[in-house]
């Protein structure tokens, strides 16, 4: 079992920055991707950006890709994402996640998430 809680969000400026932490349980955190997932109100879901547990690979979505980065920290069993020039757009709850398969975690199937932080982006 893993659990997740996320940390860092708030509001924000328009072309502010942010950084969000994800601290998880379990002695086996470099064993599982890590991912983040936004999810504005009366969209749906959508993929921020997901790390292996290695921290050797990392996949981002297209639209986010150059203001969006995604690390690890195994040994303090932490993943965070930083997210430079922020937009309105970008105003969205935030969820990491945690899978065993890094490509499943890509394609929105994981067995593990937190409970999510509010990032408000203001114009």
């Known amino acids: 079992q893993v659990q997740l809680v996320e940390s860092g969000g708030g509001l924000v400026q328009a072309g502010g920055s942010l950084r969000l932490s994800c601290a998880a349980s379990?002695?086996?955190?470099?064993?599982?991707?890590m991912g983040w997932f936004r999810q504005a109100p009366g969209k749906e879901r959508e993929f921020v950006a997901a790390?292996?547990?290695?921290?050797?690979?990392?996949y981002y979505s297209d639209s986010l890709k150059g203001r969006f980065t995604i690390s690890r920290d195994n040994a303090k069993n932490t993943v965070y994402v930083h997210m430079n020039s922020l937009r309105p757009e970008d105003t969205a709850v935030y969820f990491c996640v945690a899978d065993f398969e890094y490509s499943d975690l890509i394609g929105g199937i994981y067995d593990y998430w937190g409970q999510g932080t509010q990032v408000t982006v203001s114009s």
């Open positions: 379990g002695r086996t955190f470099s064993s599982y991707a």
């Open positions: 790390i292996s547990g290695s921290g050797g690979n990392t």
